[in-house]
């Protein structure tokens, strides 16, 4: 079945460091969405991209899609803090089917050291 | 403007036991979908309703039903509970129309705990 991982797993870093998670689809995506989720909450969503090799910035933050839409990519510049939290990534099932059922990806938590 | 709100927001259950999960969609929001979110793992699929008939089915087993009513708010049920059903249960709400790329709403979860 169609599956989404999501590396690497865990990621430990300074405040003031970059931080990169990376997202594989096994099948073609017709969107990626990205959502946060801080310890004992609920997902958030952050942003989707929909084109091919879309590229797009909110903040200190930067996300791809790649050309052939099965992978994607969240990048963070100069982590805070407030930063922390698990990055989950997340596509439709259906590729270009009416529906918004989300597989979502393995997640990669992020610790900030201050 | 309300978000999506779930009820109870913490549970514990006796194995064999059934439980009944409520979820508020977001207004303006007619889809409810609902995952489980065991620790450290990602949000798994379970089934999603829209004009009160489920359209999606994720797998789980038949213990696991649910229900969508008129004004678009929605219940999970869990029969003959097991101990690996502890988890958080998700609601998300959104807009059928937007096909695959909607956004989902989440709310807040339910923790459910099997003894």
């Known amino acids: 079945g169609q599956q989404v991982m999501q590396i690497p797993q865990y990621q430990h870093v300074q405040e003031g460091e970059d931080f990169t998670t990376y997202c594989n689809s096994s099948t073609t995506l017709s969107n990626i969405q990205w959502y946060k989720q801080r310890p004992g909450g609920h997902p958030v969503f952050l942003i989707q991209l929909v084109k091919s090799g879309e590229v797009k910035k909110q903040k200190r933050l930067t996300f791809q899609f790649g050309e052939a839409k099965k992978n994607s990519s969240l990048h963070i510049t100069a982590t805070q803090t407030t930063d922390v939290g698990t990055y989950f990534c997340a596509g439709p099932m259906n590729y270009g089917g009416a529906t918004n059922k989300l597989i979502f990806g393995t997640g990669t938590l992020l610790a900030v050291q201050p | 403007d309300a978000g999506v709100t779930q009820s109870p927001t913490h549970l514990i259950k006796t194995r064999g036991q059934q439980v009944t999960l409520r979820c508020s969609p977001k207004?303006?929001?007619?889809?409810v979908s609902w995952y489980q979110q065991a620790l450290g793992q990602g949000p798994q699929f379970i089934f999603q309703?829209?004009?009160?008939?489920?359209?999606q089915r994720g797998n789980f087993p038949d213990r696991f039903s649910g229900h969508q009513f008129p004004n678009y708010s929605s219940e999970l049920n869990v029969n003959a509970l097991l101990l690996g059903d502890s988890a958080l249960y998700l609601c998300a709400s959104s807009l059928f129309a937007g096909g695959a790329g909607t956004e989902a709403f989440f709310g807040q979860g339910t923790r459910l705990t099997v003894v």
């Open positions: 309703y829209y004009e009160e008939e489920e359209r």
């Open positions: 207004s303006g929001h007619d889809t």
